[in-house]
């Protein structure tokens, strides 16, 4: 015996299908073809698999249309990328031009220069440490 208030407090949120007991049937009664011996449910199972896949191929749909859609951002970004760095590259040939060889900047298109003056930096830093 279902307690009547809970009963009541479910009908309440909606839930009435939680207090129904499940009634008692024969076989012949329920409404699959799968529990029944004389009939074949090959048919049943092949629309219920035949409804899951185009279910999944909607899915897979969505979710290769956004791969698009996030490649594309990415293609678009990488290119708005090589635009400023073409853009600075052009700078600095502009003030290596202007200023010549003896400019700072110039100095680092030597090869090994950005290294050389990258352990200073670390050579100094390890000083200061040491005597720290």
Known sequence: MINPTLAQAHLNKGEAGMV??????GNLMDAGAAS???LNPQQNISAQQLMTKVGQDADTAVIGKIADQEGAMRTA???D???KYTADQAI??????K??????TASFAN???AEKRGMSVIQQLAMKNAMA
Do not use: D, F, W
């Open 81 to 83: 990328s090589q635009a």
């Open 111 to 113: 090869p090994g220069e």
């Open 99 to 104: 200023y010549g060889a003896n400019s700072a």
């Open 20 to 25: 129904q007991k499940t009634p008692l049937v």
């Open 77 to 79: 970004q990488l290119k």
């Open 92 to 97: 600095s040939t502009m003030i290596y031009a």
């Open 36 to 38: 029944k011996v004389a």
